[in-house]
């Protein structure tokens, strides 16, 4: 266990709501959400503490949320401003590290175990990376620190929001045993009832389980729960992080009742695909088409077909009509994309000297 590590998890609170209560104070005080109109299918990417009093949950449609909380604001959000704005951060950090894996806009993990700022404290730079986005970006982060990335994690939502929580290895197995398995990454609800029905509930539970019957309910992921358990996590703080595929998706505010229909929108869906790649330079890394389809009753496929020759929406067409005839049902959401294979060394021919 590499316990000499310092790791830092920095996470903006209500990241989307908090830029817009930052540009407009009159929200400061009300409940308010990102996300679509409520007469459409769209849901919550964030809602501010305000309205989380009510039940108000990202990813949650915003037909419920304004069903819970009848006062809330939604606004149509603004990605030129989160973007900008997660750009700031990332010159802050990388004042103290150029050791940061983001997993998000507004998420980042920081490896700071070689900085010599703040003769090495990696509570200090923490504190000092709050204090700078809070003068400089306007808004507040929360952060955990510790000696792995699975407690830093943890640690950076245990004192949510405007939160600093650090576990040193010394209190590791102390805190690690009080963590719920539903703060462990890939633990869902069928999960968390899967291991309630073991009479595991926290970390603490999971350490007394026996192995062989976890290995019994989770397969391969039973290694990963044990060492989680145990505050074991050797992961690497991963600077580069692999765009594998780029893809374009809708939901359609009503059902498309067959498969013309969903012919009729694939066009659309492959222009904005189009404009999404333009300027990015992945063609050389295409290596599959796929297309994804929803429908009605949440039932999903997905195909996908290698790419041999020159790109061909007629691809696309053809893996429509074989998604559509695996249910053939009503369809709520269509997917189309490109899976894309690891970009190629470049190799270097030297003349002969």
């Given amino acids: 266990m590499l316990q000499n590590r310092k790791i830092i998890h920095v996470d903006a609170d209500c990241f989307y709501a908090a830029i817009e209560m930052r540009d407009d104070p009159s929200l400061r005080d009300i409940p308010i959400a990102i996300g679509g109109p409520e007469n459409t299918r769209s849901v919550l990417s964030t809602a501010n503490y305000a309205a989380r009093v009510y039940g108000v949950r990202s990813a949650m449609p915003t037909s419920v949320a304004k069903r819970l909380c009848p006062a809330l604001r939604v606004l149509p959000g603004n990605m030129h401003k989160y973007r900008t704005a997660s750009e700031q951060m990332h010159v802050i950090f990388r004042e103290f590290t150029d050791i940061i894996e983001p997993l998000s806009l507004d998420e980042a993990y920081l490896d700071v175990?070689?900085?010599?700022?703040?003769?090495?404290?990696?509570?200090?730079?923490?504190?000092?990376?709050?204090?700078?986005?809070w003068l400089e970006v306007g808004i507040t982060v929360s952060a955990g620190v510790a000696a792995n990335k699975f407690i830093a994690k943890v640690a950076s939502d245990w004192d949510k929001p405007d939160g600093l929580t650090v576990v040193t290895p010394e209190k590791q197995f102390e805190f690690v045993s009080?963590?719920?398995?539903?703060?462990?990454?890939?633990?869902?609800?069928?999960?968390?009832?899967?291991?309630?029905?073991?009479?595991v509930f926290n970390c603490a539970d999971l350490q007394t389980l026996d192995f062989v019957v976890l290995q019994k309910n989770f397969g391969s992921m039973a290694f990963r729960l044990s060492q989680f358990a145990l505050g074991i996590d050797d992961r690497p703080v991963s600077v580069s992080r692999e765009r594998k595929s780029i893809s374009v998706e809708h939901t359609f505010s009503k059902d498309l009742p067959d498969l013309k229909e969903c012919q009729t929108v694939l066009p659309?869906?492959?222009?904005?695909?189009?404009?999404?790649m333009t300027g990015r330079n992945f063609e050389s890394q295409l290596s599959k088409y796929y297309l994804k389809m929803k429908f009605d009753d949440f039932k999903q496929t997905t195909i996908e077909q290698p790419i041999k020759n020159k790109l061909s929406d007629d691809v696309f067409l053809a893996l429509l009509q074989q998604a559509y005839e695996r249910y053939r049902r009503p369809v709520r959401l269509i997917g189309v994309g490109y899976r894309l294979s690891p970009p190629k060394p470049l190799q270097l021919t030297l003349p002969f000297s």
């Fill in 178 to 199: 009080t963590i719920p398995v539903k703060s462990i990454s890939g633990i869902g609800r069928v999960a968390q009832e899967k291991l309630a029905v073991l009479g």
């Fill in 268 to 276: 659309i869906l492959l222009s904005d695909l189009k404009k999404r």
């Fill in 113 to 133: 175990t070689d900085s010599s700022h703040f003769q090495g404290s990696a509570t200090r730079i923490a504190e000092e990376i709050r204090s700078r986005i």
